[in-house]
């Protein structure tokens, strides 16, 4: 469940010349201004404009901008300028950007890892399988000789790739004992092509 919502910070507060429409006094209305920002599970995600309420310190009447004057529309228009949006509203985009950077990064680090691993196979090398569409299986490198990998097919398929986790918990009995050869040039057209997912190495 995703929990969002909005919030709103105080910029800055400042006593405005304008008369009281309630009461009648001059300069005693204050006037705050406000950044509103979007969060997400709490965390500033983006800032949405700016807002602000004004007080008079003899009657305490409260306005908000919605009920402003022309003249308040005036002052807040002055003492927004002065504002900036803070840094920190923009925190979510941040990691939000800051995690796809390092999903980038994670990503080409396997990848090179994987190409390692199939120029360079050993035994005991498991490869993720995907078959065709949703349907994957495991292949288990059990031998070399040259440029020829000799892999050990798993006996059983699973319609999700998070199923290849079950596949690897039934161990070496869950491979058949045939080996059939695959030539290292057509691994790396396997990975290449996304027929192998995943290399591991144990």
Known sequence: MIVFGSKATELITEIIPSKCANCGTEHNMQMTVFQKYGHIFWIPFIPMG???V???????????????????????????SKTKIPIWTYSG?????AFIVLGAISSNQRDERNTNFISEPQVGDVYEIKIEYKQYTLYKVGNISGDTVFVLAHQFETNKKSGLRELKRKGDAGFFEDLLPIHKAELKEMLDNGEIMEVERY
């Open 50 to 52: 700016k807002t602000a």
């Open 54 to 80: 004004t007080q008079c310190s003899h009657c305490k009447q409260v306005l908000e901008k919605k009920e402003f004057t022309r003249d308040l529309r005036f002052s807040y228009d002055a003492i927004r």
């Open 93 to 97: 985009l941040g990691l939000f950007a």
